[in-house]
Each structure stands twice: as C-alpha cells, then as structure tokens.
C-alpha cells in the first residue's frame, strides 16, 4: 500500500482552466503539507493542516486554495491557471510537527500549464 | 527566518569512492532538526538522514552519514562507497523550533550528484 498517494501524477491543462490535485496518506499522521518544486528544482512549501485546521499559508496566490475534509485527506484546488503555475506539486505527511518528525511525501503530480 | 545554503549545483563521482555534500544553515532557533533527502529522477522524494541540533553524536545511517559542525553552522552529508544508484538530487532540509512559523521543512536549493561507472 502507497503510504502518500496523489492523483493525478501528470496534469496537462489550458490557462484560466480550474484543476485540483487530490492526496490521501494511510500513515495515521495527522500533519499534511503541499510543497511546489519549480524548474530548478526549488522546493517551497504552500500550506500545512494539522488535524484539518490550517497552521502554514505561506505566501500563495488566492487562486490556490488547499481543503482538508479529514485529517488522511488534503486537496489542493486551482482556480484561473496561469503559465507560472508549471511545476510538480508535492503532497507530505508526518506525525504531527516535532523537530524530528521526517516528511513523507507522495510521488509528485506533474502540473503543466500550456 | 530559516536558510538552508547548498552551494554546490553538480558533482561527479567515481563509482566505489566517496562524496561529500555540502550544507550551511542560518536559524535564530534555538532548537532545529536537519534532514537530507534524496530525489531520483523518477522524481520521489526519500528520506535518508536526520540530525538534532542537540544530538552529541553525527547521525550515520549504513553509506549516509551527517558530518554535524554545530558552530560553523555546517550538516554535510557524506556517502561512502557511491554505487551507480546514487545518482540523483539531494537536499538537505531543516526544521526550526518556532511555533509561529508552524513547524514547517525549509529546504535547501539541492545538489546533483552523477555517479561514473
């Protein structure tokens, strides 16, 4: 069993379309993140829930919009893509936020955005 | 605010030798972890490393091992005996003791590592 699974692994849309990636983890963890790793291979971290209430919103365009309908489950909803949104887009999970508590990440959904 | 620094884009290798990666980090935290990931390019994300900025001694784990400077504000990662299979992307990672900023894992901008037969 995939510990962190997202769908879809690869996403090729047209500009101003809507789009959603969805991730699910069967860790038991309760912290999931959105990470987005850009061209060069940057990695920034979007958002963070804990036990489905939100604790990071970095500084993220409003057209993104992360939902957690319960603490196994973090969707991430795109309104208006744009160009710029190309990336691939990591969902992670860990057990709660300590220093040592390692991410565990899904595979990656591949966003490209023509 | 938290900076992870790794200052080397590439690096070569021969098969069977060593190789250490670099990584310099800046924190007002008192308290931080340190990680090292690993990213093939089949694209996943592995851990490999973690070290405590209270830990006494550097972490290893089998061919990974964390080369720890607390006051040079270094945590290289060495791997011994490079095999073929190490080739990929590595980052390494902190994760401060700061409610406010959530906890979160700052990564550094990654090394590529390409392991010659």
């Not at chain 2, 490393?49 to 972490?59: H, R």
Request: some cysteine; overall charge positive.
């Amino acid at each position: 069993d995939t510990a962190v699974s997202q769908t879809p692994k690869y996403l090729v849309t047209q500009m101003g379309n809507d789009k959603s990636i969805k991730c699910e983890q069967n860790l038991g963890h309760d912290t999931m993140y959105w990470y987005k790793q850009d061209s060069k291979k940057f990695l920034k971290i979007m958002f963070s829930y804990n036990n489905k209430e939100l604790i990071i919103n970095e500084t993220v365009p409003n057209r993104f919009s992360p939902k957690s309908p319960d603490k196994a489950h973090l969707n991430l909803h795109i309104n208006s893509l744009e160009l710029g949104d190309s990336a691939v887009y990591f969902c992670a999970s860990s057990q709660g936020g300590g220093l040592n508590e390692k991410l565990f990440f899904g595979s990656g959904t591949q966003l490209s955005v023509l | 605010a938290q900076k992870i620094t790794q200052t080397q884009p590439g690096m070569f290798v021969q098969e069977k030798e060593a190789v250490t990666l670099d990584c310099t980090y800046d924190t007002s935290d008192p308290s931080y972890g340190l990680f090292w990931y690993k990213q093939p390019s089949s694209g996943e994300m592995i851990f490999l490393i973690y070290q405590g900025s209270y830990d006494q001694q550097n972490a290893t784990e089998g061919r990974y091992s964390l080369n720890f400077q607390k006051a040079r504000k270094s945590a290289n990662l060495v791997i011994s005996a490079s095999q073929l299979g190490d080739s990929a992307m590595y980052f390494c990672a902190m994760r401060g003791f700061a409610w406010a900023a959530g906890n979160k894992l700052t990564f550094g901008g990654g090394t590529r590592v390409l392991v010659k037969p």
